[in-house]
């Protein structure tokens, strides 16, 4: 059978129709699950017989004529910081081992009012700190394209689930990059959709049971193609319960619904931030393909007023803002007086994070003006374009770093090292002003590593960005399966 690679849509069609049974589904993927695994380490938690029982009670509804959702008896996994309750969610972090979740998330609860049968969790860098991931519970993931090298983070467990055929679907999260990276690492599709759209209560970081929404922090589906992305958000997409008696979802339609129809803009390269080279080249043919579709291209179209390296300013301060909230007292401490004996003119990853963390209010809401003036820039920009192409990050996947601390290490890209932390700075371009980001495979290196575009959009103007998405993958030929998916 081919399960693994028809996507969810398909997977609940088949289902729907009785061609297979919500059970005979699951089981497909839990085989495939424990025979491949293994030298992957992508799904750490598995609760297979509770989800043979709710499958179980799928098909018997189907029988009764009773119609969960767009989701009935779709298996899949979530991203293990992601609490269910009665299940682990330790988020990669020791303090957290023994922690057992007493309510569920609010997006896994809208999976499971759809019908989906949630049958283990993927795994993720301690606290979804990191741009690869492992953990000192779970151990690392590699990717499956080639094991030595790291399937990207922190939703990496959920992207290697996918392209290895663990899963038609899955949930990830993302504040710095965290669905997009992994996707671009392991050519699957990510949409981090705008900021807000969609509940990321029940999510850790904050602690277990935080209500706070975070700043910048999204919840998202990553799947194997557009389509599920865009059913997934159907599902997931919803205010939260307290504001629903007033407050009402209704995204606008896509712009378009013809590739040729679109106005694009791009920022394939930068100074601050320069891109591989071989990604670079793929890009520029991406570009060249589309002209050559009848699609408008302008190279050179940028936000008013706005560079690569003052989004970036702006984002890292509000993200290292956002992070330090969660921070334990001793740890905070130490980081107010390393903010206050560090110079100025220090603007190293750990002198920078120390300040961003222990800012006074007063310098977080002088970073929001900031902010919100990039954002009616770019809602200028959007005005006259679509959409925007850029790079999900700069690098293609690297082999595991896990030592030293993340800013400390180095990345070579075009045989000069960057600051391992700079692999945030293309995907703060668009989270740090909210707006949706796709990640869309457009096909292989000569050794066989995927590459990806980055797809920005206009504020809650997600499905745009989705059908640009869908209508650019149709004329991409599909990846090959994964080496180690088969």
């Known amino acids: 059978m081919d399960l693994h690679r028809i996507g969810a849509r398909a997977l609940a069609r088949r289902i729907h129709n009785r061609a297979i049974t919500a059970e005979a589904a699951l089981e497909y993927f839990i085989d495939r699950v424990e025979r491949l695994d293994g030298p992957l380490n992508a799904v750490v938690v598995r609760r297979f017989d509770l989800a043979r029982e709710r499958a179980r009670r799928a098909d018997q509804a189907l029988a009764r004529g009773e119609d969960w959702g767009p989701l009935h008896g779709v298996p899949m996994t979530v991203k293990e910081t992601y609490e269910i309750s009665g299940w682990p969610t330790t988020a990669g972090v020791e303090g ?12 896994v609860q809208r999976l499971i009012d759809a019908g989906a049968v949630i049958f283990g969790k993927t795994n993720v860098p301690a606290y979804a700190g990191d741009l690869q991931s492992y953990n000192e519970i779970h151990g690392t993931t590699n990717n499956p394209w080639n094991t030595d090298l790291t399937p990207g983070g922190s939703s990496g467990g959920a992207a290697v689930a996918l392209a290895a055929g663990f899963s038609p679907l899955e949930l990830g999260s993302d504040i710095g990059g965290s669905i997009r990276t992994p996707s671009a690492f392991c050519g699957v599709c990510g949409l981090k959709p705008s900021y807000g759209l969609i509940s990321t209560r029940g999510h850790v970081p ?25 059913l997934a958000l159907e599902v997931l997409a919803a205010p939260e319960p307290e504001d629903a008696p007033a407050w009402r979802l209704a995204l606008p339609p896509s712009r378009h619904q013809n ?59 509000l993200l290292a803002g956002t992070m330090g909230v969660g921070l334990p007292d001793g740890l905070y401490q130490q980081m107010a007086e390393s903010a206050a004996t560090t110079p100025a003119s220090d603007n190293g990853y750990r002198a920078r994070f120390a300040r961003g963390a222990t800012q006074s209010h007063a310098d977080w809401l002088r970073a929001d003006e900031r902010r919100q003036g990039m954002r009616l820039a770019w809602e200028r920009f959007f005005q006259d374009y679509d959409v925007l192409l850029c790079p999900v990050v700069q690098t293609l996947p690297f082999p595991h770093q896990h030592t030293p601390g993340p800013d400390a290490r180095v990345l070579e890209v075009n045989g000069v090292d960057q600051p391992y932390m700079d692999i945030l700075v293309w995907a703060g371009l668009a989270g740090g002003v909210y707006l949706p980001a796709l990640s869309l495979p457009i096909g292989l290196t000569r050794d066989g590593l995927p ?22 993958a149709e004329t991409l030929a599909p990846l090959p399966p994964a080496p180690t998916a088969e």
Not at 260 to 284: M, Y
Not at 456 to 467: I, W
């Open 206 to 230: 904050g602690p277990p049971g935080a209500l706070a929404r975070r700043d910048l922090s999204v919840a998202g589906p990553m799947a194997l193609n557009v389509g599920d992305l865009e």
């Open 451 to 472: 590459l990806a575009v980055q797809i920005v959009g206009p504020y809650l103007e997600d499905r745009t960005v989705l059908a640009f998405a869908a209508r650019l």
């Open 96 to 107: 957290l081992r023994e922690h057992i979740s007493d309510t569920t998330s609010r997006a």
């Open 259 to 317: 590739l040729a129809d679109f106005r694009v803009a791009a920022w394939l390269d930068d100074p601050r931030c320069p891109v591989d080279g071989t990604l670079k080249a793929a890009l520029e043919r991406l570009l060249v393909e589309l002209g050559e579709a009848g699609v408008a291209v302008d190279p050179a179209a940028r936000p008013d007023g706005i560079t690569l390296e003052t989004a970036y300013d702006v984002y890292y301060q």
